[in-house]
């Protein structure tokens, strides 16, 4: 109860646990649905789809490297509303994957779809250490703990509701449409993260100081 008062109370950070909330929601879809998009749809082999989703951890490691530049470029809020901008493009360029099996469309649904999984991963690496970075800031030590206890369990709880959600979509409606869905719904978060108190956060020190640097 301490960390759900203290997360959902915080002007900031309330929207930050909200907004990541209704992310993993859209992830979950997306993960679901990724896999058995691109075995049956796409005729990927298992170890092409392998390979595809190790482009979305070189994308990581390269935003985490380039994570702390962007904050001290645009500052915490706008560097993470940038990464979650950088989620609707990479996952434009998987929706419009076309499906025909020739050998020259199949060369074009693997770069296309290694691409928006490298940019996934580039929008994650940037935003993951700062999120985590800026909740830690605002947080009093005693209650670091619950605070994470509390953003994990709601997060992870979405996952219960986005992935069945996501293969039920896919099953009734077609993988293209779950995957715009997800567009949509990444669209949105984006958007709202843009209009909202987080999009001008700073990082703080413990006692309420802007760090600097």
Do not use: C, K
């Not at 030590?141 to 369990?153: D, E, F, I, Y």
């Not at 979405?158 to 719904?185: C, E, K, Q, R, S």
């Not at 108190?197 to 760090?211: I, K, N, R, V």
């Amino acid at each position: 109860m301490e960390g759900l008062r203290w997360v959902y109370g915080h002007r900031q950070l309330s929207t930050l646990a909200l907004n990541t909330n209704a992310w993993f929601l859209f992830n979950a879809i997306i993960t679901t649905v990724l896999a058995p998009f691109a075995l049956r749809e796409l005729g990927f082999s298992a170890v092409t789809l392998g390979v595809v989703l190790s482009a979305a951890g070189i994308g990581a490691l390269l935003g985490t490297t380039l994570s702390a530049r962007a904050a001290r470029r645009w500052g915490v809020g706008r560097a993470i509303a940038f990464a979650r901008v950088l989620f609707v493009p990479s996952l434009i360029l998987i929706a419009l994957v076309p499906l025909a099996r020739h050998n020259i469309f199949h060369a074009i649904a693997l770069v296309m779809v290694s691409l928006g999984q490298f940019l996934y991963g580039l929008a994650m690496g940037i935003e993951g250490p700062l999120e985590i970075g800026f909740r830690q800031s605002v947080t009093p030590v005693q209650l670091q703990g619950r605070m994470n206890t509390t953003m994990r369990s709601t997060n992870r709880g979405m996952l219960a509701i986005g992935a069945p959600l996501g293969g039920a979509i896919a099953d009734t409606l077609g993988f293209h449409t779950a995957l715009w869905i997800a567009v949509a719904g990444m669209a949105l978060v984006a958007v709202w993260y843009r209009l909202s108190p987080m999009y001008s956060a700073q990082l703080m020190e413990s006692h309420g100081g802007q760090l600097s640097g």
